[in-house]
């Protein structure tokens, strides 16, 4: 059974960097778009960014606009997320997602990476 497997959290202070990967395991999938969420203790998971296949600019969520960078290859079905100016407040785990289905909801996800920043 296909899996999202995401990598690259861990701990940074105020400021650093941090790059996130997510790659399918056993198989590439074929998916409409890729994206990334994040879930702070407490909090609702939110929405931080997406790639669309299609040729589409990426989206962002304001929170990320300006420091956060999605990138991927729809071929290998892997999806990165490289984050700059990291804050305290983006101290959550990070899931990866993606849709199998054209204009579909996100139907796949990862276990999701710690990423936790300090001040």
């Known amino acids: 059974q296909v899996q999202l497997v995401e990598s690259g959290g861990g701990l940074v202070q105020a400021g650093g960097s941090l790059r996130l990967s997510c790659a399918a395991s056993?198989?590439?999938?074929?998916?409409?778009?890729m994206g990334w969420f994040r879930q702070a203790p407490g909090k609702e998971r939110e929405f931080v960014a997406d790639i669309r296949w299609s040729g589409l600019s990426p989206y962002y969520a304001d929170s990320a606009k300006g420091r956060f960078t999605i990138s991927g290859d729809n071929a290998k079905s892997t999806v990165y997320l490289q984050m700059n100016s990291l804050k305290p407040e983006d101290t959550a785990v990070y899931y990866c997602a993606a849709s199998t289905a054209t204009y579909g909801g996100y139907d796949l996800w990862g276990q999701g990476t710690q990423v936790t920043v300090s001040s």
């Open positions: 056993g198989r590439t999938i074929s998916s409409y778009r």
